[in-house]
C-alpha cells in the first residue's frame, strides 16, 4: 500500500517562497505518477501541478504556472514543489497524490493515494 506524508508548509509573506515535500513509502515510487493538489476553505480540490513517473514532464495548473515547480527524486522516493512569488490566494492545504503512471500525466485518471495534507498560508 502506497503511503504519503507531506511535510513544509507553513506561513509566508506574500511574494515569499515555500518548498513542500511530500515522501513516498510501502512500493517503488517510480511507478506512479505524482502531483500536489490544494483545497482552500469553502473551494473545491484542485490540481496544482503534477509529474510523471520518470520526473521528465511535469504538468501545471493554471494557479501555479510560471510560479511553481514541480520535481521528484526517485532514488529517494520524494516529491518537492517550489513555490515562489506566493499570493494569498494560494492559502490552501496542499495534498500529495500519486496514482499508477499513465501514457500522459494530464490524463484525467483518478489520483489514488492521497497524504494528509499540509498548511500553507500567505498573509497579505
Known amino acids: 500500500q502506497v503511503q504519503l506524508v507531506e511535510s513544509g508548509g507553513g506561513l509566508v509573506q506574500a511574494g515569499g517562497s515555500l518548498k513542500v515535500s511530500c515522501v513516498l513509502s510501502?512500493?517503488?515510487?517510480?511507478?506512479?505518477?505524482m502531483g500536489w493538489f490544494r483545497q482552500a476553505p469553502g473551494k473545491e480540490r484542485e490540481l496544482v501541478a503534477a509529474?510523471?513517473?520518470?520526473?521528465?514532464?511535469?504538468y501545471y495548473g493554471g494557479p501555479a504556472e510560471g510560479r511553481f515547480t514541480i520535481s521528484r527524486n526517485n532514488a529517494k522516493s520524494t516529491m518537492s514543489m517550489q513555490m515562489n512569488s506566493l499570493k494569498p490566494e494560494d492559502t490552501a492545504v496542499y495534498y500529495c497524490?500519486?496514482?499508477?503512471?499513465?501514457?500522459?500525466?494530464?490524463?484525467?485518471?483518478?489520483?489514488?493515494?492521497w497524504g494528509q495534507g499540509t498548511q500553507v498560508t500567505v498573509s497579505s
Open positions: 510501502g512500493r517503488t515510487a517510480s511507478g506512479y505518477d
Open positions: 509529474i510523471n513517473w520518470a520526473g521528465s514532464t511535469p
Open positions: 497524490a500519486a496514482r499508477g503512471s499513465q501514457m500522459h500525466i494530464g490524463s484525467s485518471a483518478p489520483y489514488e493515494f
